[in-house]
């Protein structure tokens, strides 16, 4: 089992970036696959990104290509979010998960060890 603990979020205006952190502890993040979800009021966790030590970044959907990018340093045992040309719709509570192995599945039950979430707020 490993920990997680997400940080780097916040408020931004539209268009702007902001990158998320999801520290691991417990283990080597090298042994894992490391997941983005989120979650936004009234709404169900949605899958955002994937990022495993073989390199998969798989997206959830066409329209956060070119706009979301996971990334990871095992060295430092952290994963990354970067999110750029936010949009208000993309306000919502912000989820880093993990589950051991390669491969990068978008379902959450597939994950077994999750952050406690940190809140993204977009707006003018």
């Known amino acids: 089992q490993v920990r997680l603990i997400e940080s780097g979020g916040g408020m931004v205006q539209p268009g702007g970036s902001l990158r998320l952190s999801c520290a691991a502890s417990?283990?080597?993040?090298?042994?894992?696959?490391i997941a983005w979800f989120r979650q936004a009021p009234g709404k169900g966790r949605d899958f955002v990104a994937a990022?495993?030590?073989?390199?998969?970044?798989?997206y959830s959907t066409e329209s956060l290509k070119g706009r979301f990018a996971a990334s990871r340093d095992n060295a430092q045992n952290t994963a990354y979010l970067q999110m750029d040309s936010l949009k208000p719709e993309d306000t919502a509570v912000y989820l880093c998960?993990?589950?051991?192995?390669?491969?990068?599945?978008?379902?959450?039950?597939?994950?077994?060890?999750w952050g406690q979430g940190i809140q993204v707020t977009v707006s003018s």
């Open positions: 998960a993990a589950r051991r192995g390669t491969a990068t599945p978008s379902e959450t039950y597939q994950y077994s060890d």
């Open positions: 417990g283990g080597p993040l090298s042994e894992y696959t």
């Open positions: 990022d495993s030590w073989a390199g998969n970044s798989p």
